[in-house]
């Protein structure tokens, strides 16, 4: 994983080619060459996903005048120039606080299974619905986390939600056939 701060406006560096601006950071994944333990006789085909859990001090999240929860939303753009084929941007919005969103995550639907990010060795990213975390994630998932590190026993009185992200689709050969993802 590399975290990079921005400090400047602009595009990234390599595909897909986010835009961002100097109050931004910028995280890219890579699983490469990781070792799975198969079950004996069975075909090994591996498919990834991240859950991403997200909080929020409940009493801002119960102040938020226009929208409680976190939210997906779909931008869509004719700009092929920086990610030729690639035309949708995934926000997840934080809850709105009076009229301004507190912060976001965004990604293009897209991931990537050879060592150099070029088109012809891109792969799709589905994002799923969110769903309420308080109570539905199992406390060892939540107790052996960055959260829990950060705000320890404080997590049961925030406002928690997951969604998942999962790299692939359907005749794409699985993690197996070329063992490298980058997002």
Same mark, same amino acid.
């Not at 226009?66 to 092929?80: A, F, G, Q």
């Not at 060795?121 to 799923?128: G, L, M």
């Not at 199992?138 to 997951?162: C, E, I, K, P």
């Given at each position: 994983?590399?975290?990079?701060?921005?400090?400047?406006?602009?595009?990234?560096?390599?595909?897909?080619y986010?835009?961002? $601006?100097?109050n931004?950071?910028q995280?890219?994944?890579?699983?490469s $060459?990781?070792?799975? $333990?198969?079950?004996?006789?069975?075909s090994?085909?591996?498919?990834f996903a991240l859950?991403?859990?997200?909080t *929020?001090e409940?009493s801002?999240?119960?102040?938020?005048?226009i929208?409680?929860?976190?939210r997906?939303e779909?931008v869509?753009?004719l700009?092929?120039?920086?990610?030729p #084929?690639?035309f949708?941007t995934?926000?997840l919005?934080?809850?709105?606080?009076?009229s301004f969103?507190?912060?976001f995550? *965004?990604?293009?639907?897209?991931s990537y299974f050879g060592?150099?990010?070029d088109?012809? $060795?891109?792969?799709d990213?589905?994002?799923y619905?969110?769903q309420?975390?308080?109570?539905?994630i *199992?406390?060892s998932?939540l107790?052996n986390?960055?959260?829990w590190?950060?705000? #320890?026993?404080?997590l049961d009185s925030?406002?928690? *939600?997951h969604t998942?992200i999962s790299?692939g689709?359907e005749?794409?050969?699985?993690?197996?056939k070329?063992p490298?993802?980058s997002?």
């Amino acid at each position: 994983m590399q975290v990079k701060v921005r400090d400047s406006d602009g595009y990234s560096e390599i595909l897909p080619y986010m835009l961002h $601006n100097s109050n931004m950071s910028q995280i890219d994944i890579w699983l490469s $060459n990781l070792q799975m $333990n198969y079950p004996r006789n069975n075909s090994p085909c591996t498919r990834f996903a991240l859950n991403f859990v997200l909080t *929020q001090e409940e009493s801002e999240a119960g102040n938020s005048t226009i929208n409680p929860k976190m939210r997906l939303e779909t931008v869509k753009s004719l700009d092929d120039e920086h990610t030729p #084929g690639v035309f949708n941007t995934i926000r997840l919005r934080t809850p709105l606080l009076g009229s301004f969103d507190q912060s976001f995550l *965004q990604w293009k639907p897209v991931s990537y299974f050879g060592k150099v990010r070029d088109i012809s $060795n891109s792969i799709d990213v589905a994002s799923y619905d969110i769903q309420d975390a308080n109570g539905t994630i *199992q406390d060892s998932t939540l107790s052996n986390s960055v959260l829990w590190a950060y705000y #320890g026993d404080r997590l049961d009185s925030m406002f928690l *939600q997951h969604t998942n992200i999962s790299f692939g689709s359907e005749k794409d050969g699985w993690y197996n056939k070329t063992p490298h993802i980058s997002w």
